[in-house]
């Protein structure tokens, strides 16, 4: 059964950085491929990018192009997604989630999310 | 980007009853379409893949149809638990993978 367990809930202030773990078990990094997908308060479902399994790489969506960096440890089965500059309206909960490495259909596996809050 | 549109924003069904979601795509996703459900303060949870397929451990009275542009999740017998948020998912052509605004089934 796949778990993922993410890191705890953050405070930044507006123009700093926050990086946030999704450590997997139950499979390895290199049988899934792991999407970020943020909600903020009361929204709904924004998908930040993952890895594309035609294109065989990481994609992001344009929104978060040269702000967000997704990198994976595979000797410690952990996922990573930075995100920089941060504004108010980044304030959100953040998903790590997974779905099949050699095809997407769908994620089927979430974290429990990483609540990040920006203000000053 | 394909936009993905949900309707109704809120349902009011009877426990027991029928809930019918709609979804529509700007452009054909084939049947590369996604449900998720999500209760409050829950992580959502994938109940159907590819329009029409339920995920392992998904009951029975999920179910899915549709192709091309327009999708309904179908909930036989509302029970308690199923009173949630419910968004669709197109992955036909991405990046970005993309969601509906979700549907808000609630008790009537």
């Known amino acids: 059964q796949v778990q993922l367990v993410q890191s705890g809930a953050e405070v930044k202030n507006p123009g700093a950085s926050v990086k946030v773990s999704c450590k997997v078990s139950?499979?390895?990094?290199?049988?899934?491929?792991i999407h970020w997908v943020r909600q903020a308060p009361g929204k709904g479902l924004e998908w930040m990018g993952g890895?594309?399994?035609?294109?065989?790489?990481?994609v992001y969506a344009q929104k978060f192009q040269g702000r967000v960096t997704m990198t994976e440890d595979t000797s410690t089965d952990t996922a990573y997604m930075e995100l920089s500059s941060l504004r108010s309206e980044d304030t959100a909960i953040y998903y790590c989630?997974?779905?099949?490495?050699?095809?997407?259909?769908?994620?089927?596996?979430w974290g429990q999310g990483t609540l990040l809050s920006v203000s000053s | 980007d394909i936009v993905m549109t949900q309707s109704p924003p809120t349902l009011s069904v009877s426990p027991g009853e029928r809930a019918t979601l709609s979804c529509r795509a700007s452009?054909?996703?084939?049947?590369?379409l996604a449900w998720y459900q999500q209760r409050p303060g829950q992580a959502p949870r994938l109940l159907i893949y590819?329009?029409?397929t339920r995920a392992t451990g998904i009951p029975a009275r999920f179910s899915g149809s549709g192709s091309g542009t327009d999708f309904t999740l179908t909930i036989s017998g509302l029970q308690s638990e199923d009173f949630a948020v419910y968004y669709c998912?197109?992955?036909?052509?991405?990046?970005?993978?993309?969601f509906g605004g979700g549907t808000k089934v609630e008790i009537k």
């Open positions: 989630t997974a779905g099949r490495f050699l095809d997407f259909v769908g994620l089927n596996h």
């Open positions: 139950g499979y390895t990094l290199t049988e899934l491929s």
């Open positions: 890895f594309h399994p035609e294109h065989a790489e990481r």
């Open positions: 452009q054909s996703v084939s049947s590369n």
């Open positions: 590819d329009a029409s």
């Open positions: 998912q197109q992955y036909h052509n991405w990046p970005p993978l993309t």
